[in-house]
Nanobody
Framework: QVRLVESGGGSVQVGGSLRLSCAAS????????MGWFRQAPGKEREGVAC????????YYVDSVKGRFTISGDNAENMVYLQMNSLKLEDTAMYYC?????????????????WGQGTQVNVSS
């Protein structure tokens, strides 16, 4: 069965850290570009970070550059999002997604496979 399952969300104070995990099954993550997206209540979904299929290039939305790091473990077929120095505005549901892209993987419409999401709440 082809699917993505996220975990690792939770509640954290401003300045704290969380590590989100995305377990892929039914395909290998090296065959896709993998992305992390988030959606806060009343806001549109936005691409946070992605790692491209070819070359493993990473892309980040400006608001998380220097704080978030996306990585993949091909052996475990997992994708991670390390989130440091969390801010109130990082509060959202975070989703893992896969797309048949080779580059420029952020905010592209080609993402078709999505996980169920994991909630991140940052409080002061």
């Amino acid at each position: 069965q082809v699917r993505l399952v996220e975990s690792g969300g939770g509640s954290v104070q401003v300045g704290g850290s969380l590590r989100l995990s995305c377990a892929a099954s039914g395909f290998t993550i090296s065959s896709k570009s993998m992305g992390w997206f988030r959606q806060a209540p009343g806001k549109e979904r936005e691409g946070v970070a992605c790692i491209s299929r070819l070359g493993g290039l990473t892309y980040y939305v400006d608001s998380v550059k220097g704080r978030f790091t996306i990585s993949g473990d091909n052996a475990e077929n997992m994708v991670y999002l390390q989130m440091n120095s969390l801010k109130l505005e990082d509060t959202a549901m975070y989703y893992c997604a896969a797309a048949p892209l080779t580059s420029s993987c952020l905010n592209r419409p080609e993402y078709r496979l999505w996980g169920q999401g994991t909630q991140v709440n940052v409080s002061s």
